[in-house]
């Protein structure tokens, strides 16, 4: 029995997350139906983050155990003859300890939010972007934004169905970029809640906006209360970057 890594980049928009469940489509449930394919046996394929519906990622992490001894190239390629037509992308596939895990082994993920901040409609971009209209201090949005960053209770910014056990996370990094009419906002850690990395974008373009000072901002993370929160951003503009180990 093989441990395998996977890196793989997929379009979050045909499914219903990454994780199998019953009421749609996800990236887990087509990597196990690709596995078996190729293995002829039913395999866990287990990732390093579980994104939401809707959300992308250019370099998800995963591992699996296979019995059959596959050279990793082999695997690679074999996984994506079988992914077809699948908005999933097998980057690489290596083996590794057993010991690993795609999860539990991970000390920082990255994850990268895009916003077009422009009033004309999307053409390309659809379904991958946040088009805000209204015009976007981004530099007003950056300085709130290091209000966040450090060891804090992110209840305020936290899904009411998220089951991590504490509330508590430590913020790495959170800056917001402009370049032209493209606002990227770049958010690192060792972990996230539920949905907090979609509910501190949305409460920052509330402060681009300027519906928000950065007052605002500190106090609704200091509320610890979801209902503090400002609006969540939709997943669209949300990627899994990179996951350090």
Known sequence: MLRYKLTIEYDGAPFSGWQIQENGPSVQGALETAVKAICGEHVRV???????????????????????????????DGLNAHLRP??????AAEIV?????????????????????RRANLAIDAGH??????????????????????????????DAECQAKSPEK???????????????VVASARSFLHSQVRSMVGSLVWVGEG???????????A?????????VAPPDGLYLVRVDY
């Open 86 to 91: 699948h908005p999933i992308g097998v980057l």
């Open 170 to 184: 430590t913020l790495d990094q959170l800056d917001v970029v402009r370049d032209g009419d493209k606002v990227n």
């Open 129 to 158: 972007v946040w088009r805000v209209p209204k015009l976007l201090d981004t530099s007003a949005m950056h300085d709130a934004a290091q209000r966040l960053i450090g060891k804090h209770d992110f209840t305020t910014f936290r």
């Open 46 to 76: 287990n990732g390093a983050g579980r994104t939401d519906a809707g959300v992308h990622a250019l370099a998800q992490v995963a591992h699996c155990d296979i019995a059959k001894h596959f050279a990793p190239g082999r695997l690679r």
């Open 223 to 231: 509320a610890r209360s979801r209902a503090a929160c400002g609006p």
């Open 211 to 221: 519906r928000w000072s950065a007052d605002d901002l500190a106090g609704a993370l």
């Open 97 to 117: 300890p057993e010991t690993f895990e795609a999860r539990f082994s991970a000390i920082r993920r990255h994850y990268l939010y895009r916003i077009v901040n």
